[in-house]
């Protein structure tokens, strides 16, 4: 294989890859030859050839499988939130919110039919827009921030690193990290710098070691990270900022999807006088995932690269679904609804961790929708014979940036959904797994 690939540069040598690939003549599962391999059959130092790997595990075309060896990744290489398709399994690793929690859109839709927005308007509703200012400012310094409206966060967030990365260019994740944030990184071609989170979120020395590799981007969850749900203390947070003075142009992604349903006060990385910056929120956890709503408060030259990339009649948000958000998000009953939502999170995932800890299962209650539950095996042979018990676990090892890291020990577990009954069997079901 190593005498089809061509290029002296670690570029080519990917672009080379890439079109082999395109041609059909690389599929998934075939194996490129080793770096030292194909450094001697191209002539060019080894060090260009792990950079040319490196482009392509970072645009997700090829994955590391340790002594395998690297190779074309398929299509299903890559975890996915939500849900397991075709599973009789009891499945506890979704990460979505109770549908029993989420209100009813009905009465708004029937008090938003209003006349058609044409080709040329406005691209956002100026009722959302001026509501989301308001909601916005309480936690902005700056006072000349623009709002943009997108299909969700992993919408905005794409298109926040489209308008000012190129492809290779370096992006801070969290590590663990939103399989999100990681398919949008590998698919967009950028190169993902890990910065590990801890109780606190963020790291300090994560983040150091991530600007001084030169990284263009951050994205952080500034509260309930997915999957540890770890929120930024203030201590913590007044680190980063410091850290980030020197680095005014480096693009802050904010990620507050819990938002309204979080337990916890808003920390931020971005500081006053920080000149590229963007705070996402979405509606989904909330409002529902089918709403595909966030909002982005960004500062102005981001938001005027975001505004090209969001077209009158071909990528705006529908302004019908801008006013069903609109109309639910100022109805205080809607609100109450979510507000008792938040509330019934917090308690059962308090609830269950307190039954993990009285059961010897180290389990700190953190924010968000699910537990990040640390084991004494290794994950994945917990799932295993959980799996063998009727439960479907999503292990730590799914989150994790380096493949090639050691095994992790952590589960992510859904559990606000359980009956009492069943917290109680899966507890000792964990206890059983995990001797």
Known sequence: MSDQISGTSASDIADS??????????????VLPPVRELAATLGVNRNTAVAAYRQLAQAGLVVSRGRAGTVIAGLGSVAQEGYAPDTVLRDIGTG?????????????????????????EPVIDRGLEEW??????????????????????????????????????????????????????????????????????????????????????????????????????????????????DHPYVLIIEDDHFSV??????????????????????????????????IAATDAETAGRLAMRLSPGTTWVSHLLQRLALTQLTDDSVMAQVAAAASHYAARNTAFAERLRTAGIDATVSDGLSLWVRLPQPAR????????????????????????????????????????????????DLVAAGR
């Open 132 to 245: 989301a200012r308001e909601w916005m400012s309480v936690d902005l310094d700056d006072d000349d921030f623009r709002i943009t409206v997108t299909s969700g966060a992993v919408d905005a967030v794409e298109r926040l690193l489209a308008q000012a990365l190129m492809r290779d260019d370096a992006v801070a994740l969290e590590d663990p990290c939103f399989l999100a944030s990681i398919h949008t990184v590998r698919l967009g071609g950028y190169r993902a710098v890990p910065v590990p989170v801890d109780a606190e979120g963020m790291t300090v020395e994560g983040l150091r070691a991530a600007l001084d590799a030169g990284v263009r981007a951050i994205i952080c969850t500034p509260r309930a990270q997915n999957p540890t749900g770890a929120s930024l203390t203030p201590a913590r947070a007044a680190q980063l900022r410091a850290l980030l003075v």
């Open 261 to 294: 349903l979080s337990q916890r006060p808003y920390e931020s990385l971005i500081g006053p006088e920080h000149r590229r910056y963007a705070l996402v929120r979405s509606v989904s956890k909330f409002l529902g995932p089918d709403m595909c709503l966030a």
């Open 17 to 30: 890859v890439r079109a082999l690939h395109d041609r059909g003549i690389l599929r998934a599962g075939s």
């Open 96 to 120: 979505n919110p109770d549908p029993r929690l989420i209100p009813d859109p009905a009465p708004a839709l029937m008090t938003i039919a209003s006349r058609p927005v044409l080709y040329g």
């Open 381 to 428: 042979i917990v799932a295993e014979r959980l799996m063998r018990r009727g439960w479907l676990a999503r292990t730590g090892d799914d989150f994790a940036l380096d493949e090639s890291a050691e095994p992790s020990h952590h589960l992510r577990l859904t559990v606000h959904d359980l009956s009492d009954d069943d917290a109680g069997t899966l507890v000792a």
